[in-house]
Nanobody
Framework: QVQLVESGGGLVQAGGSLRLSCAAS????????MGWFRQAPGKEREFVTA????????YYADSVKGRFTISRDNAKNTVYLQMNSLKPEDTAVYYC?????????????????WGPGTQVTVSS
């Protein structure tokens, strides 16, 4: 069992930066891939990025490529999402997710554990 808690969300102006953190508890954190998803009001939850167990493999949605960076520190049981050049369309609740498999999936169906989410609001 893995418990996930996101932090670092907030209000930022367009062009600004935020760093989200996802702290995990449970002995299986380092065994699988981790991902970030987001959900804007009235929209479905969408994939943002994912990282493999070692951090050697990452995958990004086209909408965030070149602006967002995912990383993880297995010793600290934490995964990070550095978000730069934020745009109003990045406004959403951001969710951290953990998969038991070490594959950087882009679908919610492949993730087994989810955090409660953290709100990110980008003003224009």
């Amino acid at each position: 069992q893995v418990q996930l808690v996101e932090s670092g969300g907030g209000l930022v102006q367009a062009g600004g930066s935020l760093r989200l953190s996802c702290a995990a508890s449970g002995r299986t954190f380092s065994s699988g891939a981790m991902g970030w998803f987001r959900q804007a009001p009235g929209k479905e939850r969408e994939f943002v990025t994912a990282i493999s167990r070692s951090g050697g493999s990452t995958y990004y949605a086209d909408s965030v490529k070149g602006r967002f960076t995912i990383s993880r520190d297995n010793a600290k049981n934490t995964v990070y999402l550095q978000m730069n050049s934020l745009k109003p369309e990045d406004t959403a609740v951001y969710y951290c997710a953990a998969s038991r498999a070490n594959v950087v999936y882009a679908t919610t169906l492949k993730y087994d554990y989810w955090g409660p989410g953290t709100q990110v609001t980008v003003s224009s």
